[in-house]
Structures are given as C-alpha cells and as structure tokens.
C-alpha cells in the first residue's frame, strides 16, 4: 500500500519538488483546468454542425433537399410524404403522384410531405422544398402569396421560391411538376 501524503511535514521539505520531476503531484489548478478543457470541448462538439454538406440537392437518404433532421419538436421532414421520387407512378405520365390538384388553392398552396404545392394563378402548379434556405426549419404556412417560416421570419414567393422578407436570401429550391389528370406529379 502507498502512502498519500495530505499535508506538508516540516522535515520534508523538497518533497514537492522531488514528486513534481517525477511528474507525481497534479495541483487543483491542473484538475480544474483539464476539467474546463473538457467541458468546452464536449459543448463545442454538442453545438458544431455539420459543414460537409456541399449544397447538394440530392441527399443521402433518398429525400431530395437535405441529409439534416427536422428541428426538435416538428414532425420531421419525412411526415406526410416519402421525400423521395421512388415509389408508385399514376396517370399516364408516369411521375410519381405528389398532390391532387383539387388541394391547390388559385393564389395559395399547400404544404404536404417535403414540399409546398403552389398555384400562383390559375392552372398554373409550382413545388419548392419545404426546408427554409435561411437555417433550415420547416416553412409552415401559406398566406397572402407567400410561404412563410416560423423560426426567423423569412418568407418566399409562391411564384417563384425567391425570399419576399426576413433573414434568408436563397430562394427555396424547386422541384418540376406537372398536371397529370386529377394530380401533380413529378415532371
């Protein structure tokens, strides 16, 4: 068994040093310091976010806009819809049936699955990215010809994508569709 010295002798004096070149003594400000190191670099490891992405428009998972999750609290980006192209073709166009177009307002749209259906004037049918160009949160409405993001107020043209107010300054990507039937298919 060692023995732990905890506190100093009269008669050992060099002790200290003696133990410090044989790399034996951690003072509390080395502890604290370590500790502090560790700390910082755990939170700057929770907060980093993920730059690898190239503003690619295909990710990883098949979906057509992003590899990131949905912020906490939302029902993620696959809610409602596959975000994907593959999966069952209707009408005799053969794309992939995203929408009915009797649910499209003339001068509105809707949101379903990852993208915002539009129909900026009649017979007329627009999808862009659900995912806000400006930090990524999911626009949630579409009112007065605009679509519309919670989290920082961006808003886009229900025309054309392009931002019509707030912080972003990308329009939200397109996705080609067109009218087959009853449907909005992927073009």
């Given at each position: 068994?060692?023995?732990?010295?905890?506190?100093?002798?009269?008669?050992?004096?060099?002790?200290?040093?003696?133990?410090?070149?044989?790399?034996?003594?951690?003072?509390?400000?080395?502890?604290?310091?370590?500790?502090?190191?560790?700390?910082?670099?755990?939170?700057?490891?929770?907060?980093?976010?993920n730059t690898s992405g190239t503003g690619s428009t295909a990710g990883a998972n098949g979906g057509d806009f992003?590899?990131?999750?949905?912020?906490?609290?939302?029902?993620?980006?696959?809610?409602?819809?596959?975000?994907?192209?593959?999966?069952?073709?209707?009408?005799?166009?053969?794309?992939?049936?995203?929408?009915?177009?009797?649910?499209?307002?003339?001068?509105?749209?809707?949101?379903?699955?990852d993208y915002v259906f539009t129909q900026p004037e009649k017979g007329?049918?627009?999808?862009?990215?659900?995912?806000?160009?400006?930090?990524?949160?999911?626009?949630?409405?579409?009112?007065?010809?605009?679509?519309?993001?919670?989290?920082?107020?961006?808003?886009?043209?229900?025309?054309?994508?392009?931002?019509?107010?707030?912080?972003?300054?990308?329009?939200?990507?397109?996705?080609?569709?067109?009218?087959?039937?009853?449907?909005?298919?992927?073009?």
């Amino acid at each position: 068994m060692t023995d732990v010295q905890t506190s100093p002798d009269a008669g050992t004096t060099g002790t200290d040093e003696k133990a410090a070149a044989m790399g034996t003594v951690t003072s509390r400000r080395v502890v604290l310091v370590g500790a502090g190191a560790l700390g910082a670099g755990c939170l700057l490891a929770a907060c980093g976010t993920n730059t690898s992405g190239t503003g690619s428009t295909a990710g990883a998972n098949g979906g057509d806009f992003t590899n990131n999750p949905a912020p906490a609290g939302s029902k993620g980006a696959d809610a409602g819809g596959t975000g994907s192209d593959a999966g069952s073709d209707s009408g005799s166009g053969g794309g992939k049936t995203l929408v009915a177009v009797a649910d499209v307002p003339e001068g509105g749209g809707i949101i379903k699955g990852d993208y915002v259906f539009t129909q900026p004037e009649k017979g007329t049918y627009k999808a862009f990215s659900k995912v806000c160009t400006h930090q990524g949160c999911p626009v949630n409405k579409v009112d007065g010809g605009n679509i519309l993001c919670p989290c920082h107020g961006s808003s886009f043209s229900i025309t054309d994508g392009t931002p019509t107010g707030g912080p972003a300054t990308k329009a939200l990507p397109e996705k080609k569709v067109k009218v087959d039937g009853d449907n909005i298919v992927a073009a």
